[in-house]
């Protein structure tokens, strides 16, 4: 599960960043379109796997004693997942839903648009924990 969680974790952050990748690195851009067609799956994924991990944190929490670098940590890989994932997955749960103009999706449109604007941030942050929760 680690490994899978990393490269989730990588994949978002190379979506999330792939503006500032391509420019820093040009040869990336072909790896990174092709990475792009499955931006919704993984979006989706890492959405529910971000508010899986926010239950288990806030079930968990009070019974396990951790350092205050895992707390960190667990906090902001979780907020990362989520974001990412409304930013990228956001097309594809309005296509699931039957009426897409609801007042919900209305909002997490709008809160996705305010999320964009933290995209690459989140992006490299993505990228950096994802290294961080490789196993060794």
Do not use: C
Not at 42 to 71: D, E, K
Not at 72 to 88: M, N
Not at 98 to 103: A, F, G, L, S
């Amino acid at each position: 599960m680690g490994f899978i969680f990393s490269l989730l974790l990588i994949a978002l952050g190379l979506l999330g960043a792939k503006d500032l990748i391509i420019g820093k690195l040009p040869a990336s851009r072909n790896f990174l379109d092709k990475l792009n067609h499955y931006k919704e799956p993984i979006g989706l994924a890492g959405l529910l796997i971000g508010l899986v991990s926010l239950a288990a944190w806030i079930l968990v929490l009070r019974y396990t004693i951790t350092t205050p670098f895992q707390i960190i940590l667990a906090i902001v890989t979780t907020i990362v997942l989520v974001g990412l994932g409304i930013i990228f997955s956001m097309d594809l749960i309005r296509s699931q839903l039957k009426d897409p103009n609801t007042k919900f999706l209305t909002k997490l449109e709008g809160f996705r648009l305010q999320l964009a604007a933290y995209q690459q941030i989140m992006g490299l942050a993505a990228i950096v924990l994802g290294i961080l929760h490789l196993p060794i």
